[in-house]
Nanobody, 123 residues
Framework: QVQLVESGGGLVQAGGSLRLSCANS????????MGWCRQAPGKEREFVAA????????YYTDSVKGRFTISRDNAKNTVYLQMNSLKAEDTAVYYC????????????????WGQGTQVTVSS
């Protein structure tokens, strides 16, 4: 089974950077994608970014384009989310997600979820 563990969250001031990591310690699928969704207090869960594990193609939600970069290290079954120029509105619990059949751009379409890691951006 797919098992996802996130790390790298924390407290950072506006304009700063954080890097999140997510490792899949379980089953792998040849056409899979991994990525991130997030949920801020009082708001609906939203898709953030995802990457196709086979070729590294990526997709981002508009609000993070140009600021966040997703990457993967297939030897470690790990994906990373480099978050730069952080804003207060980026404050959320960030969840690693996994899809067996490629990139999915809505939270409800994700196959597997990690436990989440808190990112807090102070202004």
């Amino acid at each position: 089974q797919v098992q996802l563990v996130e790390s790298g969250g924390g407290l950072v001031q506006a304009g700063g950077s954080l890097r999140l990591s997510c490792a899949n310690s379980g089953r792998t699928f040849p056409n899979a994608a991994m990525g991130w969704c997030r949920q801020a207090p009082g708001k609906e869960r939203e898709f953030v970014a995802a990457i196709t594990l086979s070729d590294g193609s990526a997709y981002y939600t508009d609000s993070v384009k140009g600021r966040f970069t997703i990457s993967r290290d297939n030897a470690k079954n790990t994906v990373y989310l480099q978050m730069n120029s952080l804003k207060a509105e980026d404050t959320a619990v960030y969840y690693c997600v996994y899809n067996r059949r490629g990139i999915a751009t809505t939270p409800r379409s994700q196959d597997y979820w990690g436990q989440g890691t808190q990112v807090t951006v102070s202004s």
